[in-house]
């Protein structure tokens, strides 16, 4: 699928999808990612056939698709909503796209019934969606979905209605799911651990246009700008003044900002090196396998990581401790990352 210089503007001016080109290989997992409001809906739409483009193409295996219908197209969608039919049993509601297309009982049970294993959810066909968990429900949405065996599934938001540790389930599932299906999956969420967990690669958006695309690994170690960086990984990049981090303030001829990633950056232990940036312990949040520590430095936080067992009452003196090479520099005007 390819997308060309791709606008949408609503209304009288509502510029929403700002030129965007884009090229997905058959059987890839691209996800889409952005804050709220950034276009990511509105983008899905446009290749599902949902909204027309105010300017450029959508094509599907070489072909414009732009006047064509969702059902033209051949996409299967699955957004945050179920949207089940609640009076159907989860077999009548997954069988019904393919009654739709007037194929033979048998066909249908059987693809019916292939689907419904493959989601795990053979034990559950006769049973009415309002008794359903939500979890079994989005597999139930899921099972409508793929019982067509599409080329092209469209994901909006799939997971955000599930609790975390079943939302953590289902992302291996949808994984393991693209594995098997071997279809392209666009999946659109605003979840930066959905973006790097799921994804071939993954598309930040950021205000209508492509901030960066690339697989998540190099997307997270070499973030284009500043706005990338920041979106990825949890806990949050560091960025402050290179004086917080004892560092010179230019490089490369431009004034700059630093980022750490909090994995990189420690509580320091013993007598510290007279470079070292220090301050106090703002807070520490125990995650089990570690501690994180937020440290007041000069006024700027800074998140660090330490042991498991690590303990220290605020307002303590520390001290941090970073590999220099770690640090990912932005020019301060543009917010352009700088290699180094
Ligand atoms: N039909 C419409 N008419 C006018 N403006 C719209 C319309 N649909 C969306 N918008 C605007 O377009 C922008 C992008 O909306 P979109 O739904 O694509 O965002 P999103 O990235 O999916 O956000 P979220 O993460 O909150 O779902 C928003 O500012 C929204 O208000
Ligand atoms: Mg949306």
């Not at 330490?306 to 770690?326: C, H, I, K, M, N």
Request: aromatic content about 6%; charged content about 25%.
């Amino acid at each position: 699928m390819t997308l060309e210089g791709l606008e949408k503007t609503f209304g009288r001016g509502t510029r929403v999808v700002k030129g965007i080109d884009l090229h997905i290989e058959d059987g890839e997992l691209v996800t889409l990612v952005g804050p709220s409001g950034c276009g990511k809906s509105t983008l899905l739409n446009l290749i599902a056939g949902l909204e027309r483009p105010t300017g450029g193409h959508v094509r599907i295996d070489g072909r414009i698709v732009d006047a064509l219908s969702p059902k033209e197209r051949g996409v299967a969608m699955v957004f945050q909503s179920y949207a089940l039919y609640p009076h159907l049993t989860v077999r009548k509601n997954i069988a019904f796209p393919l009654e739709i297309e007037g194929l033979t009982r048998a066909e249908i049970e059987r693809r019916v019934a292939e689907t419904a294993e493959r989601l795990g959810i053979a034990a559950l066909l006769d049973r009415k969606p309002k008794e359903l968990s939500g979890g079994q429900r989005q597999r139930v949405a899921l099972g409508r979905a793929i019982v067509r065996r599409p080329t092209l599934c469209l994901f909006d938001e799939p997971l955000s209605n599930l609790d975390a540790a079943l939302r953590a389930q289902m992302r291996v599932e949808i994984k393991k799911l693209h594995e098997s299906l071997k279809a392209t999956f666009v999946y659109v969420t605003h979840d930066q651990a959905e973006a790097m967990t799921l994804s071939d690669r993954v598309v930040v958006l950021h205000e209508g246009v492509v901030a960066q695309e690339a697989p998540p690994r190099e997307i997270y170690a070499r973030p284009a700008n500043l706005f990338v960086a920041k979106f990825l990984g949890a806990p949050r990049l560091n960025v402050a003044e290179p004086s917080v981090f004892g560092l010179a303030s230019r490089a490369r001829g431009r004034d700059v900002l630093v980022g750490l990633r909090p994995e990189d950056v420690t509580i320091g232990e013993g007598s510290p090196p007279e470079t070292a940036p220090n301050g106090r312990v703002y807070v520490t949040e125990p995650m089990g396998g570690e501690t994180w520590v937020t440290v007041d430095v000069g006024g700027e936080h800074v998140i660090a990581r330490a042991p498991a067992d690590y303990e220290a009452s605020s307002g303590t003196p520390v001290w941090l401790s970073f590999d220099p090479s770690r640090a990912l520099l932005f020019d301060r005007t543009t917010e352009q990352r700088l290699e180094t």
